[in-house]
Structures are given as C-alpha cells and as structure tokens.
C-alpha cells in the first residue's frame, strides 16, 4: 500500500502502539495480570454516583435526552457551557476570560494535536519549528503527534533528592534555551508519569520566556484544578493571554465523553475551533450535558476536593510507603508524588534496561510501562532512561499492592543477580 507522508506518520506501529498491544494481549490471555499499567481513571463509586444522578435527570425531563443526542454543537462546543466554564474561572482563580475564551475538542489528546501542529511543523516562510518541552520525562502522548519528523526538543531535569528515598524533577533553566527553531513550550502540570507539578516559580519563568520570544506556553491541565484536582502540592493554577491552558473531563471520572477544554486568547480559541469544524464538524455535546450542571452549580469543586482528590491522595502515599519500605535496602529512589495517578519510580544504576524489567514483571503477571518511553525529544543516550518505571496507583488496593510487591522482589533480584555476578568475576 503506498501511503503519503501523513499516512506513513499517523499509522505507523510506533513503539508505545506495540507496547499498548502488548498490554490488551496480556489483559486478554488466561492468566490474571495485575494492571498498574494503563491511565485509565479509577471508577470511584461516589463520583459515578454523582454522574449518573445527573443523567437521571436528563432521562426524567420530557424531550431533553432526545434534544441532547440529536443536535450538532457550533464548532466550538456549547456555547452555554463555554461561558458557565468561564465563570467558574474568574470566581475560582480570577482569571479575565469569557466563553469566548475557550474551546472544546473532543478529548484533549486531539487538542495537543491541532495546538502542536498549529505552532509547530513547517511555516510559510520556510522555517520549521518544534514544541520544546522543558522538563522530560513527559506525557508519552505528545511523542507521536507532530506531522513534521524530529517535532520536539526536550531538556534533561535538574534531580534534586529530597531525602533518602524521594527526589524531585526541576526545570534546568540554564540548559533551556529558546531559539528561533521553538513554536511553543508545552507542559503537562501535574505531570504524566512522574507526578511533578512544576512550582510556581517554575512556571512563571515559563511564562516568561514563551512571552519574550513570541511563542505560547501550553499547560497541560488534565490533572489540575479546579476538576478533577489530582494535586497534592500547593501550586497556583497559572493562565495569562500568552498561556494556553488545556484541561479534560477524563480524570474527573468521563473520559468516554472524549472531551477537552481549551482555554487560550479569543483569536487562538476561534482557530481551534474553525480546526474542530474540519477535522470533526463539531466537539461532543455529551460532555458539556454531564458535566454542565456540575460547573453551573459549583457541584464540581466539591467533587473534585472532596472525593476525587482524596481517593488519590490516599492511594498514592499508600502505594509509595508500601514502596519505600520494601525497597529500602536497594538504591531506589521515588518522585514525590504531588498529583496524577502515577508513581514513578527510579532504580539508580539498575543492572537491566526499564524493557527488561517491564518484560520480567510481565512474565510475573504485573503490568507496568518502562520509563524510557517517556522521554520524547531527548534522544541522547542517557542511562537515566532505562532506569525508570511508570506505576498507576488507581486500579483496587489489592491489585496495587500485590503488584508493586512483586516489582520491588523482582528490583531486588536483578540488583542481586548483578552483585552476585561481579563476585564470581
Ligand atoms: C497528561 C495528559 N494529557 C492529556 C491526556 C489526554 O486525555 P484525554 O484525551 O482523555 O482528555 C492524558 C491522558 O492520559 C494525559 O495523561
């Protein structure tokens, strides 16, 4: 089949792609896995509780359901939906936006591909620009969205340790450096994998940068505040008229509703939607309908601080002490954990590359994405990179637990395997 370049980009059988299909297989096949793999959303009885009232009462009013399912959008989304948003905005952090600020897509993974390839890729004057993305590891998602080849440029961490056992990913400002071949500077805060929530001071020095140089920054919000609030540190949700701030109903408990939220100066929010009426007509009207009542009567704060937030919290520090105490004796090292739904863990001079550790816990029965997958825009060999591992804390208590016992035995065992060999030499 010959296929264009486009067609050549989009459907090629990326290495996340084969390690996704790898993971359903393993789920598929006889034997129990225990998932702490994939970023699917816990199912937290309350929450769902709280969504399926909601369309209760979609169901209850005559005509409503039918007008829901029946009727396109505009192609920027519900336009009372927009503005109810933009109110809770300027309430919750002030921030001077109206509904004609924001845009909805469907689902934020397609908003980072229509931003990226607006600010990044080839321009009319013969330049070609990339995404910059200031701190990796980063959101395993970006890697494959560019339409141009060799799309981002990314900048190793400063690793401060915290203590024995817990270190912190900080942006390398000295390293960072903006030149002319940069069309955006883009972060996911909290971050996936590693749980970092860039510091405030991090993020106004962002700001600041993308605003000398006439690019935007992109803020990937799909964890943050104000919903679904899977933040454990004190950060301040940061947006000015040079941010472009990118939240999801994914997390707070409807990632089927495929909705992201776009929130950016008027004319960026216009051009994304003009890109929504060519590449989908119009953003899914289910969210805004669920979701919507929530935000009308700030039911969607509570939610978020009261239920999805502490499920979280909860699950994560769990996780980590559980870590932490089975890995004291090796050289392990744990991000803090200040929000999403992962942990990431760093084994320091591991004797085995993150794949053959992911294919041993496999064979294991345990699921879990190796780290350097997770470094899109740092291709220089770095032994950090096979380091690592993604762990998700949000599957059951006893899937979690049973499954990080089962790495921290097998970390162990590949350190000793290592130890034991250099004693026989
Ligand atoms: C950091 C980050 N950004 C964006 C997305 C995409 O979310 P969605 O397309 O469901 O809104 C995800 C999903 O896991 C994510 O982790």
Redesign the pocket.
């Known amino acids: 089949m010959r296929l264009s370049r486009f067609g050549e980009k989009m459907t090629n059988d990326t290495g996340i792609c084969r390690l996704m299909d790898d993971l359903g297989e393993a789920l598929a096949g006889p034997r129990e896995m225990l998932m702490l793999g994939a ?1 699917n959303p816990a199912h937290i009885p309350e929450v769902q509780k709280v969504f399926r009232g909601v369309m209760e009462d979609i169901l209850s009013r005559p005509g409503e359901y039918e007008r829901l399912i029946s009727n396109y959008d505009g192609p920027e989304g519900n336009k009372e939906f927009l503005e109810e948003l933009a109110t809770l905005f300027r309430n919750e952090f002030g921030w001077n936006i109206t509904g004609k600020n924001i845009c909805l ?8 591909f229509m931003l990226f390839n607006m600010f990044a890729g080839d321009y009319a004057d013969g330049s070609r620009r990339k995404v910059l993305l200031p701190l990796a590891p ?5 890697a494959d969205s560019g339409l141009t080849p060799d799309f981002f440029a990314a900048v190793k961490p400063e690793i401060h340790h915290l203590d024995e056992q817990t270190f912190k990913y900080m942006v390398d400002f000295e390293a960072l450096e903006v030149t002319d071949e940069i069309g955006a500077i883009c972060a ?1 805060r ?4 590693t749980g970092n929530v860039l510091t405030d001071g991090e993020i106004t020095k962002l700001a600041a940068l993308a605003r000398q140089n006439g690019i935007p920054l992109i803020l ?1 919000n ?2 943050g505040t104000p919903f679904p609030d899977i933040i454990f540190s004190d950060a301040r949700p940061y947006y000015d008229d040079n941010t472009i701030v ?6 707070i408990g409807l ?1 089927v509703v ?3 939220i776009i929130i950016a100066r008027e004319e960026i929010a216009r051009r994304v939607a003009n890109m929504n009426a060519v590449l989908s007509l119009a953003p899914n009207g289910m969210g805004p309908a669920l979701l919507g009542p929530l935000v009308r009567s700030g039911e969607v704060l509570r939610v978020s601080r009261e239920m999805v937030k502490p499920f979280y919290r909860r699950k994560a520090f769990a996780a980590a002490a559980q870590l932490r105490e089975a890995l004291r004796d090796v050289d392990f090292h744990i991000h803090k954990p200040e929000g ?2 992962f942990l990431w863990l760093w084994f320091r001079d591991l004797p085995i590359t993150s794949h053959e550790f992911y294919e041993r816990l496999r064979a294991r029965g345990v699921l879990v994405l190796p780290g350097h997958y997770f470094f899109p825009g740092i291709d220089e060999p770095w032994r950090h990179k096979q380091e690592c591992l993604r762990v998700t804390y949000a599957g059951p208590d006893d899937i979690v637990e049973r499954g990080l016992a089962i790495i921290a035995d097998e970390a162990k065992k590949a350190y000793a395997e290592a130890k034991s060999a250099v004693a026989v030499k």
């Not at 980063?138 to 970006?142: D, N, P």
């Open positions: 970023g897509t469907n689902g934020s993974q397609l908003s980072f980063e959101y395993i998602g970006y996911s909290p971050t996936n994998p990937d799909a964890y990118c939240m999801s109903m994914s997390k990632p495929r909705t992201g999403a739904l």
